[in-house]
């Protein structure tokens, strides 16, 4: 594919997802018992062709680099392209912690500069779906755009977390409002753009001396005139975990539906992730799990119902967990009640203990290593 790939990594949302935050960035928050939220922009753009990507991280970004130590899992081992991790850093020009998506573009120009294909797709790295980035390119040279801005019709759902595009019949940007309290359409952009990298180039150098620093406010909003923007509808499934709490909680719950859960995991071509060698859930005489999605390495004796369980989680005699997100780790002792709940990792909770919020909108969250 005649492009590369950039995907921004840097943020923890602002603080919108609380604990879940403090410790890793929200690219590594994990998702659906066995991925990170990464993968499936990082599978996304493998799976599209795209050899070489760049991902720009800096808050936290321990974790992340751990699971991106390796590049094979997602096609990107190669001698030709492959995946750059980069992160602010200390110069003769400058030492300053990126300020904004359009300056943490700029402050790695140089990958820009070294590569030689025409097209630069920018993707955020807080997002599940599945999309191929060819036909988005391909409507991007149809369109003749100068930028193409990846929307989703979202009528009836919050629009008050997402920039809203207003266009017109032939979907040309005519106006972008960020985050509006009364949105004037329900088309969300989903944090997707395709633009020419010797475009893009031009327009960081313009706009971040100058004092701008983000895709959106300094280069989208001010050039929606100026230049040929335009919209791409996606119609397939897209959640974002960046809206806070309850869009990590029910993005993980999705993939208790089957046919969302078929679409990553059984549809060609899949989201990859880094694996880990445990062995097979085990269920133990007592156990009784239903509706549940289970990663490796789990040891069940207790009753589980309509839950994500990632890996090594385990949960004792007697005890009952219901509607909860189980993140790595996790030990439930016996006769325990969890419910409405988000454990992080390596949480434990003594015998007896009862764990219970309010409901899938308000769960109540332990972080991580918290013991009870």
């Not at 300053?96 to 070294?114: C, E, K, P, V």
């Not at 193409?148 to 809203?164: A, C, R, S």
């Not at 475009?199 to 701008?212: C, F, H, K, S, T």
């Not at 007592?286 to 369980?309: K, L, M, Q, R, W």
Request: proline share 3%; aromatic share 10%; net charge neutral.
């Amino acid at each position: 594919m005649k492009a590369i790939g950039i995907i921004l990594a840097g943020g923890n949302n602002d603080g919108r997802l609380g604990v879940l935050t403090e410790q890793r960035a929200s690219a590594a928050l994990p998702i659906g018992s066995c991925y990170r939220a990464i993968d499936f922009t990082l599978s996304n753009m493998s799976n599209s062709g795209i050899g070489k990507v760049a991902v720009l991280t800096q808050y936290n970004s321990r974790s992340l680099r751990d699971h991106l130590t390796s590049s094979k899992w997602w096609d990107f081992g190669r001698k030709q392209g492959g995946l750059f991790v980069f992160t602010p850093y200390t110069s003769s020009t400058g030492n300053d912690w990126f300020r904004g998506t359009a300056d943490s573009i700029y402050q790695n120009m140089t990958y820009l500069h070294r590569s030689n294909e025409e097209y630069v797709i920018i993707a955020s790295s807080d997002s599940v779906y599945k999309m191929d980035y060819r036909d988005v390119l391909q409507y991007h040279i149809d369109k003749g755009a100068d930028i193409t801005v990846v929307y989703q019709n979202m009528e009836g759902k919050d629009l008050t977390h997402f920039g809203i595009m207003q266009m017109d019949e032939n979907k040309r940007l005519l106006g972008f409002e960020e985050k509006p309290e009364q949105a004037q359409t329900t088309s969300a952009s989903l944090g997707i753009y395709v633009i020419s990298r010797k475009l893009l180039i031009d327009l960081l150098q313009e706009v971040v001396p100058q004092g701008g620093y983000g895709l959106v406010k300094d280069i989208i909003i001010p050039y929606s005139k100026k230049l040929n923007i335009f919209g791409y509808e996606f119609k397939g499934y897209w959640s974002s975990i960046g809206t806070g709490i309850h869009g990590y909680f029910e993005t993980n719950m999705d993939f208790l539906k089957k046919e969302v859960r078929d679409v990553f995991v059984n549809q060609y071509p899949y989201i990859e992730t880094k694996p880990k060698d445990e062995p097979p859930a085990k269920y133990n005489a007592g156990a009784d799990v239903t509706d549940s999605i289970v990663g490796s390495g789990a040891i069940f004796n207790g009753t589980v119902e309509h839950c994500v369980v990632f890996r090594k989680v385990y949960i004792d005699e007697g005890a009952v967990v219901r509607n909860s997100i189980l993140m790595e780790g996790v030990r439930i002792g016996k006769n325990c009640v969890v419910e409405n709940a988000i454990l992080d990792k390596e949480v434990s909770i003594s015998e007896g203990q009862q764990v219970i919020g309010k409901s899938s909108e308000e769960p109540i969250i332990l972080k991580k290593g918290t013991k009870l």
